[in-house]
């Protein structure tokens, strides 16, 4: 539907007046769902400034890597279009090993050397992991590939943990289910803003030199110039979700128009081999994941400031306050005294 349709600014304008009215309710409920008073707690504050910014990346990025694999890296190297999901799911195992490793053992060290340091360090690796994404050419080593998703899963298994105990650890008890679906807020909502923002600077980067090298390759193929034309003014999204879905996008393109039938036997195995359309948009896809990778690096680094501002460590000194121990912040959980 593009940016640019009047439903979508009708919807995003809706969205942001009902966001409002549910913050100006909130404030005046007796048990509200969301307890903006928290937000004075300088580490739930960054600590979930920190969690969206890592989400909004983490989102968009496993998307991006997917349709890498799919429409690119798999077809060039010998995979049917109709197995690609299954192998791209296989070969992007590696980004959840790290995730599975790295929680439990984060979650440990944070209990004992504290919170930030941790969550801190991961929100840079995180980063790191996207500029070495950057700099891969797209038909890359899958073993390089495999080490920098793996090291992309530990860093979001490094942040986690420290990050949601800081979190959890700056609210006094009696609001922590509060604060835990606060959190949940914040990392799910990233999630979802993640796949609109990366798809958005993807076909961006996509929409400047796709159109024109999709046009002439299929003419140099036999394709009628203005049936190309046709084929590459369509929406770059289109050739994507192809990829993704398992279907070759040029034969799922040309063979309603009946030209395939009018072509040689040589012009139609190589458009319809698993070479041809991985080779075309090479260029202009790498474009487009310069862009993304980019903006997730730099995503990752301001979760990686706002984890240093969360302020001090909650270290193994820590401990949560007894029945006659007042807590910080206990005014606000306590507004009966």
Same mark, same amino acid.
């Given at each position: ?104 053992? +984060?979650?440990?060290? #944070?209990?004992?050397?504290?919170? @930030? $340091?941790? %969550?801190? !360090?991961?929100?840079?690796? /995180?980063?790191? *992991? ?35 105990? +800081?979190?959890?650890? #700056?609210?006094?008890?009696?609001? @922590? $289910?509060? %604060?835990? !679906?606060?959190?949940?807020? /914040?990392?799910? *909502? ?10 958005s600077l993807m076909i961006a980067g996509l929409a400047g030199s796709l159109p024109h090298t999709l046009t002439a390759g299929l003419q140099q ?115 009966d005294r």
């Amino acid at each position: 539907m593009g940016w640019t349709n009047p439903l979508v600014d009708m919807l995003i304008a809706g969205g942001l007046l009902l966001l409002a009215a549910f913050v100006v309710i909130e404030n005046r409920v007796s048990a509200p769902m969301i307890q903006l008073s928290l937000f004075r707690q300088r580490a739930f504050t960054f600590g979930n400034l920190a969690g969206l910014a890592i989400s909004i990346g983490r989102g968009g990025m496993q998307f991006v890597l997917i349709i890498w694999l799919q429409g690119i890296w798999l077809p060039l190297h010998g995979y049917d279009y109709g197995d690609t999901p299954l192998w791209a799911g296989i070969f992007m195992l590696p980004l959840t090993a790290g995730f599975l490793a790295a929680g439990p053992v +984060s979650g440990y060290l #944070s209990d004992r050397l504290g919170s @930030r $340091g941790l %969550a801190t !360090g991961g929100a840079v690796l /995180f980063g790191a *992991s996207f500029l070495g994404l950057m700099c891969l050419p797209i038909d890359f080593s899958y073993w390089i590939f495999a080490v920098l998703i793996a090291l992309n899963g530990i860093a979001s298994g490094m942040f986690a943990s420290p990050n949601s105990s +800081s979190i959890m650890g #700056s609210v006094p008890a009696r609001l @922590r $289910g509060v %604060a835990s !679906g606060m959190r949940a807020t /914040f990392q799910n *909502s990233g999630t979802a803003v993640s796949i609109g923002v990366f798809f958005s600077l993807m076909i961006a980067g996509l929409a400047g030199s796709l159109p024109h090298t999709l046009t002439a390759g299929l003419q140099q193929q036999g394709v009628p110039a203005h049936l190309a034309a046709q084929v590459g003014g369509l929406p770059p999204v289109s050739s994507l979700f192809a990829a993704q879905l398992g279907v070759n996008p040029i034969q799922h393109l040309l063979q309603p128009s009946g030209v395939l039938t009018h072509l040689t036997a040589t012009q139609q195995h190589t458009l319809t081999g698993s070479e041809f359309f991985p080779t075309l948009i090479s260029g202009p896809f790498h474009s487009g994941l310069v862009i993304v990778f980019a903006f997730g690096a730099t995503l990752a680094f301001l979760a990686a400031i706002a984890s240093l501002l969360r302020g001090a460590s909650t270290g193994p000194t820590a401990k949560t306050p007894g029945p006659r121990e007042p807590a910080t912040g206990d005014a606000l959980a306590r507004p009966d005294r």
